[in-house]
Structures are given as structure tokens and as C-alpha cells.
């Protein structure tokens, strides 16, 4: 028969955007944004970091407005 080998200290990486998954997500987010793009673009809570309809963080990002000047 066969043999079953374990050990506790291997690790497991699942990279979505290498799944076909990724393709269905594309779409999805696509219909989002065609349907609530004009309420979701005008979100003044939106974190400037991070680029809409893309799972992306932007580290680079600078401003020279204040915290209060932001807050209004």
C-alpha cells in the first residue's frame, strides 16, 4: 500500500491570482465598478492608498495636506 508522510512544519501558499478564480474576480469586479462606480469614486472615506478595484497598496504614496486639513 501506500505511505502517508507528515510533517508539522510544512507550509501551504495559495496565490489566488494564479487560480482560475482570478479571471472570475476580474468580472466581478468590473460589474462593480460599472454598477457603483460613481457612488464608490466619490467615497471621501476611500483610503488613498490603495487604488480602487485592485487589491493593491501603495507604500509610495505622499501628501502635503495635514491630518485636519483632510478632515475638513
Known sequence: GYR???TPHAKFFHFESKTRVALRIEAEVAK???RWGDILDDDPY???RLQRYI???RSD???DR???EAMG
Open 55 to 57: 487589491n493593491l497598496w
Open 32 to 34: 462593480l465598478g460599472h
Open 61 to 63: 504614496f505622499h501628501t
Open 4 to 6: 502517508v508522510i507528515f
Open 46 to 48: 476611500f483610503n488613498p
Open 66 to 68: 495635514s491630518y485636519e
